[in-house]
């Protein structure tokens, strides 16, 4: 919920510096800062700095920072084992970095900022949990010291999209896009290992990376200059 609320204010905070700080007239514009607000329900907060390079061409860059990926955490879990992301074992998630970059190539456009465009990318977001840092080696069945348990998810994207200046009656960007990712994902945990002999159960470290083809579909909204 909280992250609804902050995606609300950043909203509103756009739409704002909008109407009164950049819409006294439109101008032809090559360059644009956005945010992604489509991935505020993943706990990533975003910001796009696109910039001109070429004819048709530009470069986009991001970086933000990411709290937790709920929907990730949720179809990555065994809902029967103690230790696992949706049971909440590893404490709070730690605050990160995130970035991504790629090109734009828009297919038909005046302006390099309105039209249709693709565009490739490389997105890389890393979550970890407080975990056991504050507990020794054997207190928690021979779980490694300062271990912090999460996952890493590399994405390379091609995205197929739309970017429209006048959408919203404003000076806003409006940046609507669909696409395919190819997500190589690296989660670190603790599973359950069951001993049928003892009828015991003990808790070990596992890593473990697949990789697999996403849907994109999201939106961005921002200023020109």
């Not at 021979?142 to 999209?161: A, I, M, R, T």
């Not at 603790?190 to 996403?214: D, G, K, P, R, W």
Request: charged fraction near 15%.
């Amino acid at each position: 919920m909280n992250n609804i609320y902050i995606g609300k204010i950043l909203l509103l905070l756009l739409l704002l510096v909008s109407q009164f700080g950049f819409a006294q007239h439109k101008k032809i514009t090559r360059n644009s800062v956005k945010w992604n607000y489509s991935l505020v329900l993943r706990g990533v907060y975003l910001v796009n700095y696109e910039f001109f390079i070429a004819d048709k061409l530009n470069a986009e860059i991001g970086m933000g920072f990411i709290t937790e990926d709920r929907i990730f955490e949720v179809f990555n879990s065994d809902p029967q084992d103690p230790y696992s992301f949706i049971k909440n074992s590893y404490g709070k998630h730690i605050l990160h970095t995130c970035a991504e970059a790629g090109l734009r190539y828009y297919l038909k456009t005046k302006d390099n900022i309105n039209g249709i465009y693709l565009s490739p990318m490389i997105s890389y977001r890393p979550y970890s949990f407080e975990g056991f840092h504050n507990k020794g080696s054997n207190s928690n069945g021979g779980f490694p010291e300062n271990f912090h348990p999460g996952y890493n998810l590399l994405d390379f994207q091609l995205k197929l999209g739309l970017q429209y200046q006048s959408f919203w009656n404003t000076n806003l960007l409006t940046d609507i896009y669909t696409g395919l990712a190819l997500r190589s994902a690296n989660i670190s945990e603790v599973i359950t290992v069951n001993n049928n002999s003892t009828f015991n159960a003990t808790y070990q470290v596992s890593n473990t990376n697949s990789t697999y083809l996403m849907l994109l579909l999201g939106f961005k909204i921002g200023l020109p200059f």
